[in-house]
């Protein structure tokens, strides 16, 4: 059955409002504005809705799309996999070909020393995971008393209870009681924001330093691990000064603190490098991966798990009781390996750092530079914020805590392109498959709606 044909997109729309709860939606908001878009295709970086609009797609859908849509090849990899064998678990003492291949390939490709893999399906899996098998690993060194993580204000590592708990997202925090103990935040790397007098570099060396002096506030002894994204991406684009990694790196070791990278938006070449460790030179002990791992086509995740915690894990561990139904699902395993033998043959990952990332940074940035209402355009390879601030000058923000980023994004909406807001930072994060004539094409459209807001607002 062609379910597409089959009713109209008013009818879908009424469906959707009586029975569909969307994640991060406001139901009664959404129904009183008439419903959801309803998206039917894709290909490329372009989505067409029910009503036959074509959009641009400049989230790569959820940040994750790093191959563009409608690649055959991932689609008969897939078709295959489903006839040859479409299921069959990993417990028990059994593996599938496409799990081992891409546990292997992953080795090979992340940071030295991450060398074993644990699967799962999304990314609040796998930072769920951590926290099991970080406590596991403590308690396996004889430290059972290394069990708080610290996580970063504005830090998203998804939605399961673990996985907000890891965030540092009030308005999740507050709607359920969390963080469960044992969870606790310091101030992100956000000089825009936070910087105040100090320059980015005085900046960076100053919110390491608070995690410092965290750790030392709850005792080397009752830490088990930091987590951060090399860049904060839900949190608002957020680009750390040089200065901070390499300091927080340094603070982790002194202080035998564990270091987690979730790559789960900066895997997979978004910034022009394989990981965003990569780029900043961290050596994490875990790595979480999913969104590009597969380019959203199918669900899956990883944790990349690195030298003392796997050994540990291996020769002391015993069994670890912890898994998923489809955890290295052949499915999704077979899926990835050939979406990252799609990022290699094509040479994506250096196309986005030599060549169309750098294109994208340079026309956001001329696009921007005097306009009354943006503070700063910033981002690197094809991830890119743009804040829009009351006073360029002062660096003051709008109040209202968001709603100028809405009716921006309202905007891109009505200029068929999208753009998600973060409180009053407009977000970028295209399929690394964008060419120059799209990236031209995509800040037409972003300049288009930046100047209707500032319009709305009276500066222009
Ligand atoms: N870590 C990071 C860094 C993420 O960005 C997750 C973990 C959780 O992954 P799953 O697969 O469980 O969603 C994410 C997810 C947004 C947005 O609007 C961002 C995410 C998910 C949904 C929406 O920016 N990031």
Redo the contacts with the bound molecule.
């Keep these: 059955m062609d379910i597409h044909a089959s009713r109209s997109a008013a009818d879908w729309r009424r469906a959707d409002t009586a029975h569909h709860l969307h994640p ?1 939606t406001d139901y009664k908001a959404l129904a009183d504005e008439g419903g959801s878009r309803i998206i039917t295709r894709a290909d490329g970086v372009h989505l067409w809705d029910s009503d036959g609009r074509r959009i641009l797609d400049g989230m790569a859908g ?2 994750c799309v790093n191959v563009g849509y409608g690649r055959r090849e991932l689609a008969d990899v897939a078709h295959r996999q489903m006839l040859e064998l479409p299921y069959y678990n990993t417990f028990f003492k059994t593996a599938t070909i496409p799990s081992v291949a891409l546990a292997e390939k992953l080795s090979a490709l992340t940071p030295a020393g991450l060398d074993h893999v644990f699967f799962a399906n ?4 796998a ?1 769920d995971t951590v926290v099991r098998l970080v406590r596991h690993y403590w308690n396996l060194c004889g430290k059972p008393g290394k069990k708080t993580f610290i996580g970063r204000q504005y830090g ?4 399961t209870m673990a ?1 907000v708990s890891l965030s540092g997202m009030a308005p999740m925090h507050g709607q359920a009681d969390l963080p469960l103990p044992g969870f606790t935040h310091v101030l992100p790397p956000y000089w825009y924001g936070h910087g105040g007098d100090m320059d980015p570099e005085a900046f960076g060396r100053h919110a390491a330093r608070l995690l410092e002096e965290k750790i030392l506030e709850l005792g080397p002894d009752s830490v088990a691990a930091f987590i951060g ?1 090399p860049i904060q ?2 949190g608002g684009v957020i680009i750390p000064p040089e200065s901070y990694w390499p300091e927080v790196v340094r603070i982790c070791r002194e202080h035998d603190v564990l270091l987690i990278a ?1 790559e ?2 900066c895997g997979f070449g978004r910034t022009g490098h394989w990981f965003g460790s990569d780029l900043y030179g961290i050596e994490p002990d875990i790595m ?1 991966l ?2 590009g791992i597969t380019s959203g086509y199918v669900p899956l ?1 990883a944790v990349m798990v690195g030298g003392r915690v796997a050994s540990t894990l291996v020769e002391d561990g015993g069994e670890f009781y912890h898994g998923f139904t489809y955890s290295g699902h052949p499915l999704a395993c077979a899926v990835a390996l050939e979406n990252i033998a799609i990022l290699e043959r094509d040479g994506l990952v250096e196309r986005t750092r030599t060549d169309i990332g750098p294109y994208l940074q340079q026309r956001l940035r001329e696009a921007f530079a005097d306009h009354p209402l943006v503070g700063e355009v910033r981002g690197v390879g094809l991830i890119a914020g743009i804040e829009l601030v009351k006073d360029r000058q002062r660096r003051t923000f709008w109040p209202g805590g968001g709603k100028i980023g809405q009716m921006c994004r309202d905007h891109c909406f009505a200029n068929d392109l999208v753009m ?1 807001a ?1 409180r009053d930072t407009m977000v970028l994060a295209p399929p690394l498959v964008i060419t120059r004539d799209e990236v031209d094409d995509l800040v037409e459209r972003a300049t288009r709606a930046i100047d209707a807001t500032a319009r709305d607002l009276g500066v222009m």
């Excluded at 999304?122 to 899996?125: A, K, L, P, R």
């Excluded at 998203?156 to 939605?159: A, K, L, Q």
């Design positions: 991060f959820l940040w999304s990314g609040s899996e930072n998203y590592h998804g939605s996985a994204e991406g839900a979730d789960v938006i979480t999913a969104k995740s998600r973060v």
